[in-house]
Each structure stands twice: as C-alpha cells, then as structure tokens.
C-alpha cells in the first residue's frame, strides 16, 4: 500500500475536508491503488525525455492591456450568500 | 558571545498596467467595493484566464534593471490554499520556472558598499482586500483580486534593519525609475515581507528563520527587523530554540506575535496551471526591451557628476526618485546653473513640500516657474532672501515669481541714484555712527546697513548698498 491512513488524513486537512474513521481507511484503499497503478510509469526509461513542464504544446498567449466593462456590484454579487455593504460577506475570519 | 542578523526578503510590487494580470478589469486604486470584477477575477467556475502582455514587459523590465537573468521559458501555476481573500482557493503564480532569476542590486549603508543577491523575480496575482467592519463577519472586496504582482526574493544577504532599508529603497527607486510601477507604500503598492534568523558572528550555517509577512512602510520594515532580531537573541540567550513560524507584526504596538506555525500553513501543493501556457521569450524580444530600459538612478548620478559638475552628494540627492530626478533635469533645460537649482530643490523646496504636505510627485510649482525665480534672485533683481518669501508665496497661490514680485512690491533697489539718497539722510541723522568709524569701529557699518534695510523694507541690494554706506561715509569723515 503506497498511502497510508495519515497520509489520508493530511491532504484532507489541507482540503478542509472531514471523514470518517471507515472513510480514511477506504480512501487509503482506493488512492493508494490509483497511485500504485501511476506508479508503473516509473517502470519506464525516460533519461533520454525532456522534462514535460507543461502539457500544454502552446505558448505565448497573451492579451492587449485594454480595459473592458466589469461587472455591477450588484451583477458581482448576484450569487453570494450573503452580502453587506456592497461586498461579499463570510464568516468572521481571524488573522 | 556576539550575534550575526541574517535577513532575506520578499518584496511585492503591483506594477501599473491599465488592467489585471488576467482578466481586462481595471487596476485602479480607491473604487467602490466590488465594481471592478468580472467572471474571471471573480474565480466563476469555467472561464479562461489570458495573460495581459504588459504583465510579462513590465517584468522582464523589472528584472533587466535589477541585473537578472531572464527565462527563455517560464510558465504559470496554482499555489493552492483557502483564504476567503482568494475567491479561487488558489494563487496564480510561478514556482519553479520563475520569469527572472539571478539579480543583484548594489546598496550602501555608512559609506559600505554591498551588493545584495536577488535569487528570483516572479509574477503573480495579488488577493483581495478583507474589510473586518461587519458586526458578525467579514466582508470582501474583490476589486484588487487579480491585479499583478512581481515578487522579488533576496538572498539571505542583509544584515541590519538599515541594510533592509537600504535595499528596500533602492529597489523601489530602480523600479520607479523603470516605469513599471509607481511604487505607493501607502496604497499597498509595495510590501515587504522579512525573513529573519540570528547565528553566532562568523558561523556559516543559518539559524532557524521566522517571517513576517505584509510589511507597508519603510518605518515598519525597520522597526519590525530591529523587535524581531532583539527577541531571537534575548530567546537563544535564555538557551531557547527559535521556532519557525509566521509572525504578524503590529505596528501600533510596535510588538510581533506568533500567527502559526509553518509545516502546517506551508504545503501550498503547486501545480502547473493548466489554463495557461507557458510563456517564451526569444532573445530579440529581451534585447528589445533592455535598449529601451531608461537611464537607471546610479548612471544617472554619475551624469550630473561629470555634466553638471553637481558634488556627489547633491546627485545622489537629485536622483533619489524618479520625479525629483525630472524636475531638475526639465529646470536645467531652461537655465544652464545646475548648482543654483540643485541648492533651491534641496534646501528650499523639501520644508515647502512638508508643510502643505505635499511630494515632488504633487508639486504645485512647475519647472519654468523655479527657473524664473532663480533667474530674478541671480540677476539680483531680488535678494535671496526675498527669494525664499516669493517661493513660499508661488506654493501658495501658484502666481508667478515675477507677478508676486511687481504685486508686493519685492524688488530690490539697484538704482545708485534713489538709494544714495536715503543713505546719505541716515548717515547724516547718525553722526556718531560715522564717529565711531572714524575712530576705527567698523561694527558701526552693521548698524547702519540695518537702517538702511529698514528704510528700504529689504529691498536694498545688499551689496550695492554696503558700497554706497561707506562711500558715503567717507564723504562725512572728508
Ligand atoms: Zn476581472
């Protein structure tokens, strides 16, 4: 098994997520396979592949520094929860 | 045993494009809250990113100013972590292929000389504003959500909070100079955050390092790295360890205090942003925008060494900003006496500016308005203390030096004629003035310059008033 329950734990913490004791241990279980099975990539000799920095084959798109309309407050704001003051309200936050 | 401050830095500077880093929302700086989103910047589920291309010029200038080297091939990516300042949950940002590496600046501090290693310059978005004024929460405004940034790193190469200082300014000089932002501390322009750790003098291994992070005043850099530095060695002192961690500083209190602690707060998962391309700049393009890179604020003080004849001081004095640096150069244009203009801007300007609370970017005096009054007091049609009143006045009202100087009545009096006429009635109401020089007392020359002065309100010309005195004199002792 190549994730163990506290590696589970961790990520799901950093994710702000809660699970379950039975939880973890199936994610453990089902993660751990899906990494074992990426795993077999490693089986392989890529000393003579350029490093992939990014998937993308594209580069260099690139906008005109050009202002266009934004949003109302009201437009901007349409789908929050809740709102005061013209902004977006959320749960008292503590430096 | 003596102690060694070892201090790396992070500078944030939001650099002045007309729009966001990815999204064609405006950048101003003031707006309502929350009227200058849009999907994008608003981190809506579905859109696209573009990067503006002002973004990557403003910052391949940045790094060519500062000496660094910049990427054939850089490319974006997620710093992930849940801040409600970040309606995305993740910071667009570069990672391990940053558009820059490898800079220096050179700073001196007590007539030392050092050069202070930049170890990478990033682009980046900058988050948005939390407004802690709701009674049972906290508001957003997403207005600075997505506005770029350029993220300077140090080498752990500082060693006081003068040094700090030191390179902190001239980063910001060399920047404002540059034109890529204009670097307002009060607007959040440019903030720093420190990295600090103490070790015994001469030890080449590295203490543990706390940070502080959002620093917006060269007065809280200083006063952050001087609390900071004096509370690791009081800690190593009492055989504590330094923890790593981030520390929030107040500077109202003038304290800083443990915010959390870094394994924790620092897994920030980067990967490769996958709505945007990498970015690849070809050596022309580079080659271009370093020909066009301005005359940068250390070769220009050699210039008005070697052409204006200025000493080293009044140089480094005129080139400190950008704007001082325009406003004397557009002043010696339009009248060739460097030193006189040089000694007005440094002596006479800076206290005007301070008590209308104004900077030499908001300057109510133009150019042609100096030259004219330097062009009145040089060719002593006033003397230069009346010189000082007039600036004051033309900061005042903005009137012209020579209108303020036919309306009040200013200019001195050259004519031999009128003033030998009011010597010669003082001279002759004080008989024993000119006894007293008679007999070989010269302070009495003091007494009458000064009736002479208040006779003429101030407007005698000092000069030619002393030699008409003693002409005059001379006359009475015949
Ligand atoms: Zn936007």
Redesign the pocket.
Known sequence: MSLTREDVTYVANLARLEFSEDQVTALADQLGAVLDYAETLSGLDTSKIKATEHVLAVQNVFRKDEIKP?LTNEEALANAPESEAGCFKVPRVME | MEYEIVIGMEIHIELGTKT?IF???PTEFGQDENT???P???GMPGVLPVLNEKVVEYATRAGLALNCEIAHFSKMDRKNYFYPDLPKAYQTSQFDLPICTGGDVEIEVDGVKKDIGITRIHIEEDAGKLLHESADGTLLDVNRC?VPLIEIVTEPDLRSAEEARAFAEKVRNILEYTGVSDCKMEQGSMRFDVNLSIREKGSEVLGTRTEMKNLNSFRALIRAVQYESKRQIIEIKKGHTIIQETRKWDDTKGTSSSLRSKEEAHDYRYFPEPDLVPIVLEPEYIEKIKSELPELPEAKKQRYIDEYKLPEYDAGVLTTTGVTARFFEESVVLYNEPKQISNWMMVEIPPLLKEKELSMENITITPAQLVELLKLVKNNEISGNTGKEVLKEMFNTGKNPGDIVKEKGLAQMSDTGELEAIIEEIVSANPKSVEDIGAGNEKAYGFLTGQVMKATKGKANAQVANELIRTVVARHLA
């Open positions: 934004c | 966001k999204c064609s929302c200058h989103t849009c994008v910047c608003l997505g």
